[in-house]
């Protein structure tokens, strides 16, 4: 990470205070229009989904039903649910749209979310041994972790957790990995586990009984249907997650540099420990604008619509003080995603060899 002393980063905390404080004193009708009309998209693309599914025999419809389901979950999720639960919007005062209150349509409890990723993943971003977000648990991606053999299976994990996303971040606060070291036991989680096999299940009942038994006669292609919806709302989001987090560029922190920091020195981790992508509006929409993930470490309670306009201030203020601000194509970013998955899943004379662009020279 880049070095600054007090007086830098005092300044640097100063610049993006004040393009937040802008923001906040912007914020009126206009943002509440826009939450309104998405609200409304994902509605109708929701109940368009359903609506076909059951005509799904007919494959160019049960093409539609699917894409149109899936995209209505991936709104809801990514632009909706994540973003409404960062407090976004609790200055309109509408119980609907309330961080505290919003449950969101995955397996996930809003609960255990707001623990698990607004707490810890937004105060410890890639600090390793404090964000769990970085790697989930199940991934080798610096050499903080000491490799293993286990380790050269990892992109099977890498693809059985975007297969199986939404489950995977619901089970995110069982701390599997404290559990298999014996630091807490399993006991202590049963009221997590509790509300966990709630959610999962009424979620489980919803796609998988429920609207398959309203249309027996056509239950197996509903069941396909929903099965698919799901698929392309995990697939989808865990990549934009990772090409936020996981990219060549985005850093990662030890706990040691990190400990007693400042606002201004939290302000830096985050802008150099996420990564951005490009692409046109439906991109930035279906990624929740998590498209700007610099934006929404930096700002993760402003509505993330806002970030494209604000992305062009705080490339300025990275400019100005010689931060470097990390962004790319899709393709581009995603690419070095999988490098780095695949470049920790070997020994480390291996990887250095054959990525030397992930080698421990090359990210000191």
């Known amino acids: 990470m880049k070095t600054m002393n007090e007086t830098q980063l005092k300044e640097l905390e100063n610049d993006l205070d004040t ?80 961080s505290q209150t919003y449950e969101w349509d995955t397996v996930c409890t809003g609960d255990s979310w707001r623990r698990t990723h607004n707490y810890e993943h937004h105060t410890y971003t890639n600090i390793i041994g404090k964000d769990r977000d970085y790697g989930y648990a199940l991934l080798r991606l610096s050499d903080d972790d000491k490799w293993k053999p286990a380790h050269t299976l990892q992109f099977i994990n890498y693809i059985l957790l975007s297969v199986f996303f939404q489950w995977g971040v619901g089970l995110h606060e069982l701390e599997s990995e404290r559990i298999r070291r014996r630091e807490i036991s399993v006991r202590e989680k049963i009221p997590f586990l509790k509300d966990f096999f709630r959610k999962g299940g009424r979620q489980a009942f919803k796609d998988y009984v429920f609207f398959p038994l309203v249309t027996f006669p056509v239950a197996p292609v509903v069941l396909a249907g929903n099965i698919g919806a799901n698929l392309i709302r995990n697939l989808w989001s865990s990549t934009v997650i990772f090409c936020g987090h996981f990219t060549q560029d985005a850093e990662t922190f030890t706990e040691e540099e990190c400990e007693g920091e400042s606002k201004g020195h939290w302000y830096l981790r985050q802008l150099t420990g996420s990564s951005n992508f490009t692409g046109g509006k439906w991109v930035h929409l279906l990624s929740g604008h998590l498209s700007y993930q610099i934006e929404h470490h930096v700002f ?65």
Not at 52 to 80: C, H
Not at 309 to 333: D, M, R
């Open 19 to 98: 393009i937040r404080d802008q923001v906040i004193s912007d914020l009126g009708e206009r943002d509440a229009r826009y939450i309104r009309r998405i609200v409304r998209l994902h509605r109708s693309l929701e109940i368009g989904g359903r609506v076909l599914m059951p005509f799904g025999f007919i494959p160019p419809v049960f093409l539609a039903a699917t894409t149109a389901l899936g995209i209505s979950k991936i709104i809801e999720n990514m632009e909706i649910g994540h973003n409404v639960m960062h407090g976004q919007y609790d200055w309109m005062n509408d119980p609907s749209l309330h």
């Open 300 to 364: 993760p309670d402003l509505p993330a619509h806002r970030y494209p306009e604000l992305s062009e201030k705080v490339q300025a203020v990275c400019e100005k003080h010689g931060i470097p601000y990390n962004t790319g194509t899709f393709a581009k970013q995603y690419s070095t995603v999988l490098k780095r998955i695949f470049g920790y899943s070997l020994p480390d004379r291996m990887r250095n060899r054959l990525l030397p662009e992930f080698s421990n020279r090359a990210l000191s």
